[in-house]
């Protein structure tokens, strides 16, 4: 699923691809604006993004869907 944060004062999106449902990245984001702590998330890849929760300006959570391999019809 993609995950996109806009931070505040920043003219770049954090764009991050987790295995994490769209519930759990709502929770997630949702205790962290609500403690004003930090918004943590992992990428499939390992890597972790650690955002002050004061800084978020936006969070853009992708649908789950799976990717479609080959070609339509026309």
């Known amino acids: 699923m993609e995950v996109t944060i806009g931070v505040k004062h ?3 999106e954090l764009v991050i691809d987790t295995d994490l449902s769209a519930d759990e990245v709502a929770a997630a984001v949702a205790s962290a604006l609500k403690s004003d702590g930090t918004l943590e998330l992992k990428d499939l890849r390992g890597r972790q993004f650690v955002v002050p929760a004061a800084s978020v300006g936006y969070v853009e959570i ?3 869907e799976t990717r479609r391999v080959g070609f339509g019809t026309l």
Do not use: D, Q
């Open 62 to 64: 992708g649908t789950e």
């Open 10 to 12: 920043l003219p770049r």
